[in-house]
Nanobody, 123 residues
């Protein structure tokens, strides 16, 4: 089993920045590809970023490309999502997820999920 705990959400003005953290515990951190999803009320869940288990491969949705950066710290068993130039449409609950596969390539749903952290961007 893998446990994921998100933190770092909050309220920020448009144009501001936030950094989300996903602390991973349980099985080997280095075995898992990890990503971030978001879901706004009334909208479908969206995969926004992902990073491979060795950090060599990343994925970004078109909606966040150039503004968000995903990274991972092996020493801290943590994955980060640095979010810059935030827009009101980035408002959503953000979830991190882990999977043994490159799930974003196959559109597979990851096996393990955190509880989420809310991000609200005011205009």
């Amino acid at each position: 089993q893998v446990q994921l705990v998100e933190s770092g959400g909050g309220l920020v003005q448009a144009g501001g920045s936030l950094r989300l953290s996903c602390a991973v515990s349980g099985r080997s951190f280095s075995s898992y590809n990890i990503g971030w999803f978001r879901q706004a009320p009334g909208k479908e869940r969206e995969s926004v970023a992902a990073i491979s288990k060795n950090g060599a491969m990343t994925y970004y949705s078109d909606s966040v490309k150039g503004r968000f950066t995903i990274s991972r710290d092996k020493a801290k068993n943590t994955v980060y999502l640095q979010m810059n130039s935030l827009k009101p449409e980035d408002t959503a609950a953000y979830y991190c997820a882990a999977d043994l596969t490159y799930y974003w390539l196959s559109k597979r749903t990851p096996d393990y999920w955190g509880q989420g952290t809310q991000v609200t961007v005011s205009s």
